[in-house]
């Protein structure tokens, strides 16, 4: 059976194994639930995307880094609340081992960090591109694996790190040809919720959790948001509080409710400051409800969304300094985002942006009887050797060869034939303007 592509058809129901007559069943040709195939023309998208990625990570300097999909599940422990340890995709392996396909790459990144201790120079600017996977209860019917590019800065100052990383989720846009009108970044820094938490003496050890509830404005509802903060022991006049200061859009407003010496507005203003040097200030914005989910940011967070508001974030991330010492390793300030495969190509396809990704061949060679397939095999062997891609085509007729030119978009067709060959030549045809002649075997390029 012919599977649609799994690509489009994200989360099919998987279809039920066919019955052929001799009693064997066909396996399900859909990929598991929540998982994509990449058939021919969806790989070639990926593939110019992630050459997008590459490109931006090596103007900015970063190297690459890679790491296994499959990872300790003690480096994803954590006690917030956070959606994407509760939706591990853990597991016992054969050797008893508590393992999980990694949910995101940043503690992968943590943990290499702290292997290389004293060998590595600081700042380190590592990127990669890797697959992250959830166990998401599928009523949801949403995903279970996505690609996520992730640049991360170790050893950078605040807001220096920032301000590199913006940069470059800001060259990937202008790179598929988004504008800041298409999209904008919402910045701030979690810092502003530590002086509210301050100003209601909220005890530290409730930072983390408030901002894994408070993320989820816009997702809950505010009396929600207002519920979940009360269960975990916060007055109603500090939630008021929180939820008042976080609906600020205005840097100097925040100055005014916060003070100028508290160390977010300074943060921020620096920020903004170099963007104007960057010469990217009219993409960012300053929007004090951003906190993102994940319970290790300690400062400035940062999200990209389409400002018609029709799509989830396209990517996002923040400084977390003290990641590596819940892996009980000595801190190093480090910042970074992840950016998947999705959301992106939701908003090309709004966009009208998505490129012309069709298949390119530069040659077809097509012996014209049987008897010349070894002199076509030479044929094809001398180009590919000079690096032109090559379809050597046989047993076929001439009529569909020329189809299947056109739809490979061929440049040329080389046909060898009986005659030709006897005078050691080849007959050269140029698909796009069919002109047509005869070229020494030997002298082909
Ligand atoms: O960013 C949340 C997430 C993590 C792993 C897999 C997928 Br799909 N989504």
């Known amino acids: 059976a012919s599977a649609p592509s799994s690509s489009t058809v994200e989360n099919g129901e998987p279809s ?42 090596r103007v900015m300097a970063f190297e690459e880094v890679d790491f296994p999909v499959l990872e300790s599940e003690a480096l994803f422990i954590r006690k917030a609340g956070e959606e994407i340890t509760q939706q591990l995709y853990n597991f016992e392996d054969k050797g008893g081992r508590r393992v999980v396909l990694r949910p995101e790459i940043t503690p992968s990144l943590a943990r290499l960090v702290i292997k290389q201790g004293k060998s590595v120079s600081l700042p380190l600017k590592w990127f990669t591109i890797g697959q992250c996977w959830r166990y998401e209860r599928m009523t949801r019917g949403r995903r279970r694996e996505h690609y996520q590019w992730n640049m991360d800065i170790f050893g950078m100052p605040k807001v220096r790190a920032e301000s590199e990383l913006l940069q470059a989720i800001i060259l990937l846009f202008e790179r598929l040809g988004i504008t800041s009108s298409d999209v904008g970044i919402r910045v701030s820094s979690r810092k502003v919720l ?39 022991g916060l007055s109603s006049e500090a939630v008021l509080g929180i939820i008042e200061v976080l609906s600020l859009k205005s840097l100097p407003k925040l100055e005014e409710v916060l003070g100028s010496d508290v160390e977010a507005v300074a943060d ?20 004090a409800s951003v906190v993102r989910g994940l319970a290790y940011y300690t400062g400035i967070v940062f999200e990209a969304f389409d400002r018609d508001g029709k799509l989830r974030a396209i990517c996002g991330g923040g400084r977390y300094d003290r990641l590596l010492s819940t892996f009980g390793s000595e801190d190093i300030p480090a910042c970074g985002f992840g950016f998947g495969d999705a959301v992106i190509v939701e908003l090309l396809k709004e966009k009208g942006l998505l490129p012309d990704l069709s298949r390119q061949i530069d040659d077809i060679v097509f012996p014209l009887d049987e008897e010349l397939e070894g002199p076509a095999c030479s044929v094809a062997s001398s180009l590919r050797r000079q690096g032109r891609s090559v379809d050597l085509v046989e047993d076929k007729r001439l009529k569909w060869v020329f189809k299947h030119a056109e739809r490979i978009n061929a440049g040329r067709l080389i046909l060898v034939g009986k005659s030709e060959w006897e005078r050691g030549m080849v007959r050269v045809k140029i698909l796009s303007t069919r002109e047509e002649f005869e070229v020494k075997a030997g002298e082909l390029q």
Not at 268 to 287: N, P, R, V
């Open 268 to 287: 921020l203003k620096k920020l903004f400051s170099f963007a104007e040097q960057y010469g990217y200030a009219d993409w960012i914005c300053f929007d």
């Open 194 to 232: 530590q002086a509210v938490l301050n100003m209601y003496s909220i005890p530290e050890h409730l930072f983390t959790e408030v901002c894994v509830i408070v993320d989820k404005l816009g997702k809950l509802t505010r009396e929600e948001i207002e519920k979940k903060l009360v269960t975990i």
């Open 16 to 57: 039920s194994p066919v019955e052929p007559s001799d009693g064997a069943s066909v396996v399900d040709v859909n990929p598991p639930r929540g998982t994509r195939d990449f058939p021919p023309e969806d790989m070639r998208l990926r593939t110019w995307l992630f050459d997008q990625f590459r490109e931006v990570s």
